[in-house]
């Protein structure tokens, strides 16, 4: 029997994608990706923006009409009738209970054998107790690298966002389970592990916070495992962090949601610091590696922007040398207190500041891989194609490895440095030595 899990949104809903998928590997089931026939799929939804709820109703109609498809993420936890009108082949499983769903393959074996049809064996599922830290994935089918929940909901109440409204408030995996499932995985052979969670900042922050958390897996884990943070909020990025993040096998990629550049919009937005405020977070993040990759989400056409609060923003881009940009035009999302909000930007100008900032984007990420020219680095290997290993740096670059050493495996870290020539077309190429850090 075929699975595929479809996977939108974030390397959160990517981490817990994986722990479902590795469930039903574990039970006899083969995964597959979504280009390949499945007896069931399982969509998990993003609710972000408008459009990837609409590309999620769209793979949802899609699979339906191959086979049962079980709808579950954000977006079922928020509008779940909605989903459930768009087939009769469709489930919906709300995010309060998607955890769950790492029983269900084991459901499934014993209802088909019983007779039961696939759709029959997933409505007789029965709810059960499952908590949002029971994604622990084993084994990886859609990636490379180890993803490990950390942390889930978020206590900000940011105006535009409805993710703290489906997720709920912000919770913390014991670090002490935290360690021991990191070891499971360096045991396992990962050699890069990356932590996720809704607000990955908001970890355990009325105590030791991310940084204690840090300490603890620096100590545990041996020379040869790479850690690597999903994107982090910068009000929670604090002194004992930023030490902790000096450590050699941290990796040298941030990625902050910034939003604006405007004092004025991220006020009216309900963002908890100012402009003064980030450029220091940023300064010190640039400060704890040699030239970072450093990542913004930013989002156009927040009602009241005016061309005075762009231009500012674009200005504050320019100053702070990000590597790239992740740009989303202003969705407004209902049950938020945007949703109706007033001096909303006309489309047409919310989505040329957006067509700007992304070519501003290209810009900034060909300055940052020429800087790179020449320079070592250490590369994960993901995936051989054309004779050729194909990886991503330490520092977020993807890259076409050169003299990949003999024993090459998928997850192996291997070290090397930047050709010194850019190429006009494709991937930067990244020449391996014969030493490889091996596990």
């Known amino acids: 029997m075929n699975v595929c899990v479809y996977t939108l949104g974030c390397r959160l809903n990517q981490c817990e994608s994986e722990a479902i998928a590795d469930s039903f590997s574990k039970e ?13 799929y399982i969509v998990n939804t993003c609710t972000v923006t408008s459009k990837a709820e609409q590309k999620a109703r769209r793979m949802i109609r899609k699979f339906a009409r191959i086979a049962p498809t079980l709808a579950t993420g954000c977006y079922a936890q928020v509008n779940e009738e909605e989903l459930k009108a768009l087939s009769d082949q469709v489930i919906v499983v709300p995010l309060e209970k998607k955890a769950h769903l790492l029983q269900l393959a084991k459901h499934l074996k014993a209802s088909l054998v019983s007779g039961m049809s696939m759709k029959e064996g997933c409505l007789s599922f029965s709810d059960g107790k499952a908590s949002v830290f029971d994604y622990d994935a084993a084994s990886f089918s859609y990636h490379s690298r180890a993803y490990l929940k950390i942390q889930d909901g978020c206590d900000n109440s940011c105006a535009y966002c409805r993710v703290h409204i489906a997720r709920g408030k912000a919770v913390s995996l014991d670090s002490s389970l935290v360690i021991e499932r990191a070891l499971a995985l360096e045991e396992a052979g990962f050699q890069e592990i990356m932590l996720t969670g809704v607000n990955l900042t908001m970890y355990d922050h009325q105590g030791d916070g991310l940084g204690g958390l840090l300490e603890k897996l620096l100590r545990a884990l041996s020379a040869n495992v790479r850690l690597r943070l999903s994107s982090m909020e910068p009000d929670h990025i604090d002194g004992r962090l930023l030490e902790a993040l000096k450590d050699p096998r941290m990796q040298p990629h941030f990625h902050i949601p910034v939003q604006s550049g405007s004092d004025r919009v991220l006020q009216l937005v309900d963002r908890h610091y100012t402009i003064s405020e980030l450029s220091s977070i940023l ?3 640039k400060q704890s590696k040699d030239d970072p990759f450093l990542a913004a989400d930013i989002i156009t056409g927040l009602p009241g922007e005016s061309e005075e609060d762009f231009q500012e923003t674009k200005q504050f881009i320019l100053s702070q040398g990000f590597s790239m940009l992740h740009v989303f035009p202003f969705s407004p999302r209902p049950d938020t207190p945007l949703y109706h909000a007033k001096h909303r930007v006309p489309e047409k100008i919310r989505d040329e500041r957006a067509l700007e900032l992304r070519e501003l984007s290209k810009q900034l990420h060909d300055s940052y891989r020429e800087r790179q020219l020449g320079k070592e680095s250490e590369v ?25 050493p003999p024993f090459a495996r998928e997850g192996m870290l291997v070290k090397g440095r930047f050709s010194d020539k850019l190429p006009k077309t494709g991937k930067m190429e990244f020449i391996s030595y014969e030493t490889a850090i091996r596990n």
């Open 28 to 40: 006899g089931f083969t995964v597959v990706s979504e280009d390949q026939g499945a007896d069931l």
């Open 283 to 285: 300064e010190q993040l």
């Open 380 to 404: 994960i290997l993901q995936n051989r194609k054309g004779g050729h290993w194909y990886g991503l740096s330490g520092n977020y670059l993807e890259v076409k490895v050169i003299d990949a």
